[in-house]
């Protein structure tokens, strides 16, 4: 087993390999001089900064955040023991501390924490949660949530993983950003309470929303004594806003490394791609991107764009290559963000919303320099039937047309909430998939943030959409009557904001 120190922990980034061991001295009572510590399993790492690890000291697991920011260490870790203290001081349920200190060459602290063995975080249990049991684990975390609010404290990194459940008892994990408002005899104040909740269910799908007005009213019962707004109208356009902020800062994150996706860039490629896809396979792919098209199942040969079906370590996949059509495009496209570019941004921004899309997997931009060339967008393969065929061959008053429908009356309002314009709205665009309504070919899709511009583009979208049944009066008919409905729900929303 390998031993490392801070100098390791800095230039490791996320290529760190554990097991590994770590000299360290504690500054508590727990136990005196040097002592030793087994790193087993990484967690999470913030490159430079700090590592949430699995551990084991003195025979028992526990978890160890390191935090090694240069000039910045102390004040994480103090910041972290302070969170940690309040949230216990207050009877907020968190893992327990059990040490703190640095290690012995002295430009790492670090705090040991009491393994919650079993527990599952709150985004591992959403995702196999049926509806139900959706509805009751989020009444639990937004009491927790009041609870913390009614104490005084506001935990600003609220996301799904900061909360772990094991028996029926759910845990605040990461105190590191924990605000508290000691001075305030009622705890957080009503504004900051009601934004700090808004913030948590924004990180749920769009469809989620139809929840929001229970778990508002339950947090209120929470709160008695809080001066909270009893219209849900205001907390629904406060969750919108939160939602639309998440989204800005998140697309940011989209074009360089993080936790999810990899990322290179040298004078010849600008890529990223999901770290599940890494083998020796995809850094093949990578070499000779057009090899596997010839080898693939063509779908599109067009001026273009190429579209195939590839496989990559035995899984199909679609494969996009948008190509420079002349010398003069080739000089327009140098200086925008290419078409894979664009896909890649509007597939994770569906995806962040709960809409269905082919999950993106991979853009790679070929670049002399800060020149764009050719580009790809890689996706998941869905299998499924264009909208267009399928409804066609459906009788119009079958349940596939009337939950057809409703998937896109309720698509077209989530478009409408976040100002998305799609673009190309012809039904081939759309697949009825397992998994729902797919909404393909993303390269036009963008958002319109004003108001005017915006409202043109969409009855650009929605007029290109009635026209696919405008050679079956009866379909057309029933179309219409879902758009009229979808304009109504929409001034209304228009002014209730």
């Not at 066609?392 to 998305?420: C, G, M, V």
């Amino acid at each position: 087993m390998q031993a490392i120190n801070t100098s390791t922990l800095l230039l490791g980034g996320r290529r760190l390999e554990f097991p590994a061991s770590v000299e360290l001295r504690l500054d508590n009572s727990v136990g005196e001089g040097t002592q030793t510590l087994e790193l087993v399993e990484l967690f999470r790492v913030l490159p430079k900064k700090r590592v949430v690890v699995l551990a084991r000291w003195q025979g028992s697991l526990v978890v160890a955040k390191l935090f090694f920011a240069r000039g910045r260490w102390e004040q994480h870790l103090q910041r972290e023991i302070q969170g940690v203290n309040a949230l216990d001081s207050a009877g907020i349920k968190t893992a327990e501390l059990l040490g703190s200190g640095t290690l012995t060459d002295g430009r790492c602290g670090f705090l040991l924490l009491r393994y919650i063995e079993g527990g599952q975080s709150l985004g591992q249990h959403w995702d196999r949660a049926a509806t139900q049991e959706r509805v009751t684990l989020l009444q639990r975390v937004v009491s927790l949530i009041a609870d913390c609010h009614e104490r005084g404290l506001l935990q600003n990194d609220i996301h799904l993983d900061n909360f772990l459940l094991k028996d029926g008892t759910v845990y605040l994990l990461d105190a590191g950003d924990l605000e508290r408002y000691p001075h305030n005899p009622d705890g957080v104040d009503g504004v900051n309470s009601l934004r700090n909740l808004a913030l948590f269910l924004a990180q749920f799908p769009v469809s989620n929303d139809s929840l929001a007005a229970g778990l508002y009213e339950y947090y209120r019962q929470q709160r008695p004594s809080a001066d909270l707004s009893e219209d849900i109208a205001v907390f629904a356009a406060l969750l919108r806003k939160k939602r639309a902020l998440r989204l800005k800062l998140v697309l940011k994150k989209l074009y360089r490394e993080t936790s999810a996706n990899a990322y290179r860039r040298d004078w010849n490629h600008y890529i990223v791609y999901d770290r599940s896809l890494e083998s020796a396979q995809l850094q093949d792919f990578l070499r000779a991107p057009d090899a596997y098209i010839e080898r693939g199942k063509i779908i599109k040969a067009g001026r273009s764009a190429t579209v195939a079906i590839v496989e990559i370590d035995a899984k199909q996949y679609v494969l996009k290559r948008y190509n420079i059509k002349s010398l003069w495009h080739r000089i327009r496209r140098q200086f925008r963000p290419s078409r894979a570019w664009v896909c890649w941004r509007n597939a994770h921004m569906l995806e962040m919303l709960g809409v269905t899309t082919a999950k993106p997997l991979l853009m790679m931009e070929w670049r002399f320099g800060s020149l764009r060339r050719e580009a790809y967008f890689l996706c998941e393969y869905l299998p499924g039937e264009d909208a267009l065929h399928l409804l066609k061959k459906e009788p119009i008053n079958s349940p596939a047309w009337s939950h057809a429908l409703n998937q896109f009356k309720a698509l077209f309002a989530t478009l409408r909430d976040y100002s998305i314009v799609h673009g190309d709205m012809k039904a081939t665009n759309f697949l009825v998939t397992d998994k729902g309504l797919a909404v393909l070919d993303l390269d036009g899709m963008y958002q319109e943030f004003d108001t005017g511009h915006f409202a043109k583009a969409r009855a650009k979208d929605l007029q290109r959409f009635a026209k696919n049944w405008e050679d079956d009066p009866a379909r057309a008919q029933m179309v219409q009557t879902m758009l009229t409905q979808l304009q109504e729900e929409s001034d209304y929303f228009t002014k209730g904001s």
